[in-house]
Antibody, heavy 125, light 108 residues
Framework: QVQLQQWGAGLLKPSETLSLTCAVYGGSFSGYYWSWIRQPPGKGLEWIGE???????NYNPSLKSRVTISVDTSKNQFSLKLSSVTAADTAVYYC???????????????????WGQGTTVTVSS | SYELTQPPSVSVSPGQTARITCSGD??????AYWYQQKPGQAPVLVIY???ERPSGIPERFSGSSSGTTVTLTISGVQAEDEADYYCQSADSSGTSWVFGGGTKLTVL
């Protein structure tokens, strides 16, 4: 049973850099895309970006200038950094696994089937 | 930027059928995914690739697609189905994922 365990600083001041890490336990790290999603208080889900085991990334265009997602395959972990945070970045941040298959270089996505527990990040002066 | 549009709320009585729609221009070309989220919990995948149901998801959950609209149908709604539901899909480039604004399902 694959589990995602995430952690990171929960309280930041404006202009600081948000840093979160997600560890994958009980399953393979390669062959999937690993995503970050956030949810502001009382609002909907927002996709932040994703990375695979090779380090290939895709980012939400609206956040791309401030986001870096990296991977450490030796530890089966991936991380999120979001720079120059403001109050608008206050949210619950989730990590999640994209279940997919690659057949003849084509990607077949089966959904985000495993999620972390969520980390509440508050930006306040 | 690309958007997926969902109704903010849907209400049904127990045992009835709930239908939640999601509209987006790229949906004819991109698959949709549906997630259920209960208060204080992480989302759970209930439908993938428009109409496929993951193992462990009750048969009363189904999905369909027609043109620029996809629909999540919950047949014989139960009290435990009360939750927020989000659709997700990719933009036309296929490299950026988008969530709909979410629909709150109320079981009367």
């Amino acid at each position: 049973q694959v589990q995602l365990q995430q952690w990171g600083a929960g309280l930041l001041k404006p202009s600081e850099t948000l840093s979160l890490t997600c560890a994958v336990y009980g399953g393979s790290f390669s062959g999937y895309y690993w995503s970050w999603i956030r949810q502001p208080p009382g609002k909907g889900l927002e996709w932040i970006g994703e990375i695979n085991h090779s380090g290939s990334t895709n980012y939400n265009p609206s956040l791309k200038s401030r986001v870096t997602i990296s991977v450490d395959t030796s530890k089966n972990q991936f991380s999120l950094k979001l720079s120059s945070v403001t109050a608008a970045d206050t949210a619950v941040y989730y990590c999640a696994r994209w279940f997919l298959e690659i057949v003849d270089s084509l990607y077949y996505y089966y959904g985000m089937d495993v999620w972390g527990q969520g980390t509440t990040v508050t930006v306040s002066s | 930027s690309y958007e997926l549009t969902q109704p903010p709320s849907v209400s049904v009585s127990p045992g009835q059928t709930a239908r939640i729609t999601c509209s987006g221009d790229a949906l004819p070309k991109q698959y949709a995914y549906w997630y259920q989220q209960k208060p204080g919990q992480a989302p759970v995948l209930v439908i993938y690739k428009d109409s496929e149901r993951p193992s462990g998801i009750p048969e009363r959950f189904s999905g369909s697609s027609s043109g620029t609209t996809v629909t999540l149908t919950i047949s014989g709604v139960q009290a435990e189905d009360e939750a927020d539901y989000y659709c997700q899909s990719a933009d036309s480039s296929g490299t950026s994922w988008v969530f709909g604004g979410g629909t709150k399902l109320t079981v009367l």
